[in-house]
């Protein structure tokens, strides 16, 4: 076990060469760049937010996609799948996902919105469901809720919030209004709801609304043009439509289900450019040149030497740091490397501390050795 003595490094390379220098270094994760709030005279730092911004929404974009095709159509995994981690890509494959890129951000894209369909027509059918139980209590009337006067008879078509027999709504009607003429018709009661339909000479239009208003009498909301019957039958076909639909839309996620490793090859090319993005956002830049500083493991400075030689014309320079500022860097055994991702999640130990990976490692497996059989 061990921490590595880390050094300082700045690197200044033409701008011509920024990409592919960047490209190289970020592959081989040999250098943490450190981030800098003040550049020196004649540099200065050039704003990546929207191209980052576009990157970052088409990470999210695919993230979604993925789990929309989880939850309609899970992906097969092994007992053991979940210890393999993300597919390695190789760098060759680089430029066939970038090309790729923009037609697998298409099916993302279709991904989403045939989802989006599918909520729609789920709240669209919750909705006809509701109208077609308001709509239960009318099931009888021959005339459209909305139906309009005569020339010669004022139509209410409504209900009331209480329970009435013909009798005991004469007797209220009369009651609030002593000189009305009407007739009417209980469509539907039960307890806490009467609907009626109410018909009164024209010239007492105004004498019944207020009668009507005293008893608590209210007009349903539609703009329908068809009868009760009708209408629900309508509304049936229009939610059977919905139905088939949105099962549709179903089957055509689940055609996507071969692109996502596309999918997730795509997403990490993205966030990879994003994050490289990021790192030029930090770099200091003049007309000609840029800057890199950050920190490396002093025994991989010559790995950095050599990378920087073969791909760009750049002069390379180290030196001492202080340890408190330094990052730390984790080497242990392959034994006990996999539990440093667990040791850096809470708290990385700094210099002068010792490094509990190893031990970590003996008891973490150990435990979950123990907890694997119980559940077994």
Request: proline share 4%; aromatic share 8%.
């Amino acid at each position: 076990m061990a921490k590595l003595k880390m050094k300082s490094v700045r690197i200044i390379a033409l701008r011509q060469d920024r990409k592919r220098l960047l490209e190289h270094l970020q592959d081989s994760g040999l250098v943490q760049i450190e981030k800098t709030e003040t550049c020196r005279k004649g540099f200065g730092k050039i704003d990546m937010t929207s191209q980052i911004q576009i990157f970052e929404r088409n990470v999210t974009l695919s993230e979604n996609a993925l789990k929309i095709l989880d939850s309609n159509s899970p992906e097969k995994k092994s007992m053991l799948s979940a210890f393999c981690g993300r597919r390695e890509i190789d760098p060759d494959e680089i430029g066939v996902i970038a090309s790729n890129a923009g037609e697998v951000i298409d099916v993302c894209n279709r991904i989403c919105e045939l989802n989006k369909q599918i909520a729609d027509n789920a709240a669209e059918r919750i909705r006809i469901k509701t109208a077609l139980a308001q709509l239960e209590p009318w099931k009888n009337l021959d005339i459209p809720l909305n139906a309009k006067d005569t020339k010669t008879t004022a139509v209410f078509i409504g209900s009331i919030q209480k329970e009435y027999n013909e009798v005991s709504l004469s007797e209220a009607l009369a009651e609030a209004s002593p000189k009305l003429e009407f007739d009417f018709e209980i469509q539907f009661a039960n307890e806490g709801l009467t609907c009626i339909v109410l018909f009164a000479p024209i010239a007492q239009k105004e004498l019944a609304e207020n009668a009507l208003r005293d008893i608590g009498f209210a007009k349903p909301v539609t703009n329908s043009s068809l009868t009760p019957l009708a209408e629900s039958k309508k509304l049936v076909e229009r939610s059977h439509k919905l139905e088939n639909d949105t099962e549709n839309a179903k089957k055509e996620i689940i055609s996507f289900a071969d692109r996502r490793k596309d999918i997730k090859d795509t997403q990490d090319y993205f966030r990879i450019r994003a994050d490289k993005y990021s790192v030029i956002g930090e770099l200091q830049h003049s007309r000609n040149v840029f800057v890199i500083s950050g920190y490396i493991p002093e025994e991989d400075c010559e790995k950095l030497e050599r990378l920087c030689e073969r791909v760009s014309v750049c002069y390379v320079e180290f030196g001492d740091v202080d340890e408190e500022k330094a990052p730390v860097k984790l080497k242990n055994s392959r034994f006990a490397a996999p539990a440093e991702s667990i040791v850096n999640m809470y708290s990385p130990p700094s210099h002068d501390d010792i490094d509990p990976t190893p031990l970590l490692a003996f008891f973490f497996y150990f435990f979950f050795g123990m907890m694997f059989s119980d559940a077994g």
